[in-house]
């Protein structure tokens, strides 16, 4: 992703300050930085001078160019503001890639203090405690329960953990392999709608990247149809996708966007996104809209995600809390007891 947008940005410098397309990739070529960057523009280079246009270069490689960045490219040839595409999926590719940096981040902080928690437990648990009990045994001192809960977590571990660690690997496997099944991705995706915090910020983030291409794709001048038929191939969320090619088949047979929303209203649309569609429809500023509810989506995402933030950190605080007087009532009551024992 990051090369692919790094590469769109300065092809379009480039053909900003009028150098040739042939030009222009052998200059990013000299450049690239990675063997892959090198061999994909290798590939459109050879096929643009052999005199094929670079969006047939592009539908070369559909792996890396998707159906979005070929006809936006295609429509940019045409028209002679290839320049301007270029821009545009720069700009797309930035705010994806922007999005996908913040729900990395939010992630990324529980899963490291839950993981060092979860890491200094079983260390304490296999290697500290097991040394204890022998001398605990020496003087008949009676365990606390949370310390016998402690020792039968760390003897579970002891014994079985490999397969229960493994059972739980192999698990996750299967069920990335089950949610990548073509079949089953829509059920696994509107899942995910569900979820109490994530369901919200999935919506968004699917409302977002849905908005933000729409818009750029009517405002490179692409038929509504042509944009939701493209959106609905490349759109990652195949819930989200089945709903907009139902859109899609509604405008085939003649009914407006705005009012097939408002006539069958869905859970992935807020009530105020029809009517504004509606409005974008009827004053011929549709591709305004949608970069305008691109704006408000991304808004909500990183009120959510800020939100999402200021939540977790009292929440782990209490985690980590109880973890540590947990740990501490295991490993100190019966030091207590066997200083009383000792004294005795």
Not at 95 to 100: K, T
Not at 168 to 191: C, G, Q
Not at 317 to 323: E, K, Q, R, S, T
């Amino acid at each position: 992703m990051l090369q692919k947008m790094l590469f769109t940005r300065e092809l379009a410098v480039l053909l900003r300050g009028g150098v040739p397309i042939r030009e222009a990739l052998q200059s990013l070529e000299e450049k690239a930085e990675t063997k892959t960057l090198k061999k994909m523009i290798q590939a459109l280079l050879s096929q643009v001078e052999n005199g094929q246009p670079l969006s047939l270069a592009l539908k070369r490689l559909p792996k890396i160019f998707d159906s979005l960045y070929v006809n936006l490219v295609e429509i940019g040839e045409t028209t002679g503001r290839l320049n301007d595409n270029l821009v545009f999926l720069s700009k797309e590719m930035d705010s994806a890639y922007a999005l996908r940096k913040k729900v990395q981040a939010i992630l990324l902080y529980p899963s490291i203090v839950l993981g060092c928690a979860f890491v200094l437990g079983a260390a304490i648990s296999i290697f500290i405690l097991p040394k204890l009990i022998r001398l605990f045994d020496a003087f008949q001192v009676t365990l606390p329960l949370a310390t016998r809960i402690l020792l039968a977590i760390a003897g579970f571990l002891n014994d079985y953990g490999f397969w229960f660690f493994g059972g739980i690997f192999v698990f996750m496997l299967l069920l990335r392999f089950v949610a990548a099944i073509p079949v089953l991705k829509p059920y696994w995706h509107r899942a995910l709608y569900v979820l109490p915090v994530a369901g919200g910020l999935t919506r968004d983030i699917g409302l977002a990247s849905f908005s933000r291409d729409m818009g750029i794709m009517l405002g490179s001048g692409l038929p509504i149809l042509d944009a939701l038929n493209i959106e609905a191939k490349v759109t990652r969320n195949r819930a989200f996708a089945k709903h907009i090619h139902r859109l899609a088949e509604s405008v085939a047979e003649g009914r407006s966007l705005g009012e097939e929303l408002s006539k069958n209203p869905s859970r992935l649309f807020p009530s105020m996104a029809p009517k504004m569609i509606a409005a974008g429809e009827k004053t011929g500023k549709l591709s305004e809209t949608f970069l305008y509810l691109e704006e408000f989506f991304t808004t909500e995402i990183d009120r959510k995600i800020k939100n999402a933030t200021v939540l977790l950190e009292p929440i782990l605080l209490l985690i980590i809390g109880l973890i540590v007087a947990f740990l501490a009532l295991a490993i100190l009551t019966p030091i207590y007891s066997l200083t009383d024992a000792i004294r005795r």
